[in-house]
């Protein structure tokens, strides 16, 4: 399974907000924050894009991905 | 996240005390419906029906702790695969209606699988209609549920049910290739259902294994 790991937690803790309130305000669970966080759940594209967009941050800067194509 | 010890100690004793629960709750409930039958003058029940029995008495007791532990938050984090009490409070609504239909699933398959025994405590036919009554309340329950949920249950969700669907197709394809050919007893109308309710429920928990969410963080 394809997977990547993230800083969500990082820009979470840097704007001082809870799981809770990070789920509330991008209208998800904080079940599915704690499970992206310690990644066990890679989000979906939208909820990435939201994400990134909440932190006016780029999805490549909250979504790290050691992945390089082949010369 | 890392883990500290504590944390990970915390984690297993939790799972141990969820696992621990879990199994003596359903001896306690496999037993109490073994005595209940006790002394009634019935004949030995049949694999078929003690598997079935065994499901139904899953769901019930499953039923029964969720609701409690949605009525009491405090007990609900250490005994539910929740992350804390607020969790067990924003989850609640859904906690107790799953509950309900886990309760009502079970008791309806008890007693579809004893109707028609000397232990039955409607006939057959009403039995069906019982359980098939709870079963298509339940699927609307679940139907509403899944409307509400967000992505990661979602995807929880159709991870079960794929699993299920490929498990159960190997189980009754191999089944029914060593019953025709003579080998195995066919499948009985009671296995169906126990393959069925008893699959999803196994299913559902092996999905949420493989994402590593039985110990939350």
Redesign the interface.
Known sequence: MLSVRNRL?EHRETRGWSQ?ELARRL??????I??V??D??D??LP?ALRMAKLFAVGVPDLFIDDWEPEE | ?IDTTSDRTAKRRKLWLQAGLGAISGAAGMTLVLWLLEGRDLPEPDGSTIVAAGVAVIYVLMGVLVGLGALFPAAGAKLLN??DR??VL??RGMLISSAVACALLGTAMLVLVFATTEAALLGPRAAFWLFAGVLAVTTVVSLRQFARH????R?LIQESVALFGYGASVVLVLWGAGAAAALVTAPQPLDLISLSLGGILAATFVAIWR???MQ??
Do not use: C, H, I
């Not at chain 1, 209208?27 to 599915?32: A, H, L, P, Y």
């Open positions: 937690k809770g209208g998800v669970s904080r079940q599915t704690n499970a966080e310690t066990k759940y989000p979906s909820l | 996240m929740v992350q607020d969790e924003e989850q967000d992505e990661l249950m995807a994402r590593g969410m939350l963080d």
